[in-house]
């Protein structure tokens, strides 16, 4: 083999990594939506409880995140301490992002909705036409794990605006939103196992209304009642679901459940 070849080869196996994205099992589902929940009731916690701000808040979660983003960039397989940290971690961001919109500069949830719509559909035309794929099965190179988590953060803040707009400008109420887009999900996965609508197409679909449907339970859980909430309070709500959170993580980077498969 010449110089070149080896060179080119080694390249190649340097920019290449085993999957960064965990495999897609009912415990990826479940943590997803914990970290959607937590990501509300979190951010409502550090921006009012603690008195921060919007804007404090943003730039410590912030900053938290791109740390955390180091080395979930930096690891050559799937971490779930890791992984699970950054997507909690984002989902706090993303609803940050959609709060300073609206609270700080008076954007509206629909102008808001509208904006995250068009910035995730033009994340997934990029990384469509970069790299051929939109599968999370692909996340091996450091570009395909760039266009990953840029749409996560889209869909979190996309989730968040999408979800107040419909319990808070619409009026429906949060439990009665939290069916609403549990439902759309259900009609998903039907079509996906009956009806063979196309798996990444059902996945990304899923995943955006996963969002909403967190963001629904958290503020159910956490808001007064007389604000149409069970009164749990963020800080309740949020360490309840931290603290599943971390005994589901723990039990998968023990038994391996969830990692994901060799080619």
């Known amino acids: 083999m010449s110089t070149t070849t080896t060179n080119t080869v080694a390249r190649s196996q340097m920019g290449t990594m085993m999957s960064k994205v965990p495999e897609v099992t009912l415990f990826f589902w479940i943590i997803k939506v914990l970290a959607t929940t937590v990501g509300e009731t ?37 971490v779930p301490e890791i992984y699970w940290l950054a997507v909690v ?18 954007v509206s949830l629909v102008a808001c909705t509208s904006i995250f719509a068009a910035a995730l559909a033009a994340t997934f035309v990029g990384w469509y036409a970069s790299e051929g794929t939109l599968s999370i099965h692909s996340i091996r190179t450091p570009k395909r794990e760039a266009f990953y988590w840029l749409a996560i953060l889209f869909t979190f ?16 109420g949060y439990w009665k939103s939290a069916f609403l887009f549990a439902g759309i999900i259900g ?71 969830d990692q994901p498969a060799l080619g």
């Not at 968040?160 to 707009?165: E, F, M, Q, S």
């Open 42 to 78: 979190a951010a409502d916690f550090l921006n009012t409880n603690l008195n921060l701000g919007l804007t404090n808040t943003t730039y410590i979660m912030g900053t938290c995140l791109a740390v955390v983003l180091v080395f979930q960039f930096r690891a050559r397989k799937y």
């Open 89 to 106: 971690l984002i989902s706090i961001v993303g609803t940050l992002i959609t709060d300073n919109l609206v609270d700080n500069l008076g």
């Open 157 to 172: 803040a996309l989730g968040t605006a999408a979800g107040d707009l419909v319990a808070e400008h619409l009026s429906l």
């Open 187 to 257: 009609v998903i996965a039907l079509a996906h196992l009956k009806f063979h609508l196309n798996a990444i197409l059902s996945f990304w679909l899923a995943y955006i209304l996963t969002r909403p449907l967190g963001a629904s339970i958290g503020d159910y859980l956490s808001q007064s009642r007389a604000n149409g909430g069970l009164g749990w309070g963020t800080v309740g709500t949020s360490a309840v679901f931290l603290a599943t959170i971390l005994g589901v993580v723990i039990y998968l980077a023990k038994t391996k459940k």
